[in-house]
T-cell receptor, first 113, second 115 residues
Framework: ETGVTQSPTHLIKTRGQQVTLRCSSQ?????VSWYQQALGQGPQFIFQ???????GRGNFPPRFSGLQFPNYSSELNVNALELDDSALYLC????????????FGPGTRLTVT | AQSVTQLDSQVPVFEEAPVELRCNYS??????LFWYVQYPNQGLQLLLK??????LVESINGFEAEFNKSQTSFHLRKPSVHISDTAEYFC?????????????FGQGTTLQVKP
């Protein structure tokens, strides 16, 4: 059984650019959630995808968008990057949207300069 | 809406001493409760969870947490810490009846175990 994987590990972008982060869910999981963890803070829920549809969204602007593919892998896209978007982005997978069996990936560290 | 407050941002403790990391939550609906651990430059690992039943839950590495509904708390304890327990610890909640699996996290507590 493979765990949750994320790519890339680290990324440096310039303000105003666009970025795509990727997540492969754990085998058998059909739900992926994305979280933003700013330095020294707890993770904040961005959104969740269940069976390729957005299934809940946190307090993030529309320039944060996502996709889930038929194999249940997922992408997080952020347009018009701002300095405050610098953070660790975590994805978590589970079955059928349940909260109590979520497994997190190692994260992608995004730095916006 | 739910919120989670971790009352200590940093907890320094000597090796083999007991430790308690405090967590209080606020919610108008029933919630599940979790503790996650994050080692440096890594993602989150689930340490333990309370779903229902016995209010005392234990992890395989000696941590335990007790759900106290009247005080809306879910404090994490370990009777004797090791150097390897040095990490960031996050308390989190999610709605029992919610369908998004959304986790609400506290700000985190840094546990620093000194030799």
């Amino acid at each position: 059984e493979t765990g949750v994987t994320q790519s890339p590990t680290h990324l440096i972008k310039t303000r105003g650019q666009q970025v795509t982060l990727r997540c492969s869910s754990q085998s058998g999981h059909n739900t992926v959630s994305w979280y933003q963890q700013a330095l020294g803070q707890g993770p904040q829920f961005i959104f969740q995808y269940y069976r390729e549809e957005e299934n809940g969204r946190g307090n993030f602007p529309p320039r944060f968008s996502g996709l889930q593919f038929p194999n249940y892998s997922s992408e997080l896209n952020v347009n018009a990057l701002e300095l405050d978007d610098s953070a660790l982005y975590l994805c978590a997978s589970t079955r059928d949207g349940v909260s109590y069996e979520q497994y997190f990936g190692p994260g992608t560290r995004l730095t916006v300069t | 809406a739910q919120s989670v407050t971790q009352l200590d941002s940093q907890v320094p403790v000597f090796e083999e001493a007991p430790v308690e990391l405090r967590c209080n939550y606020s919610s108008s609906v029933s919630v599940y409760l979790f503790w996650y651990v994050q080692y440096p430059n890594q993602g989150l690992q689930l340490l333990l969870k309370y779903l229902s039943g016995s209010t005392l839950v234990e992890s395989i590495n000696g941590f335990e947490a007790e759900f106290n509904k009247s005080q809306t708390s879910f404090h994490l304890r370990k009777p004797s810490v090791h150097i390897s327990d040095t990490a960031e610890y996050f308390c989190a909640v999610s709605e029992v009846s919610g369908n998004t699996g959304k986790l609400i996290f506290g700000q985190g507590t840094t546990l620093q175990v000194k030799p």
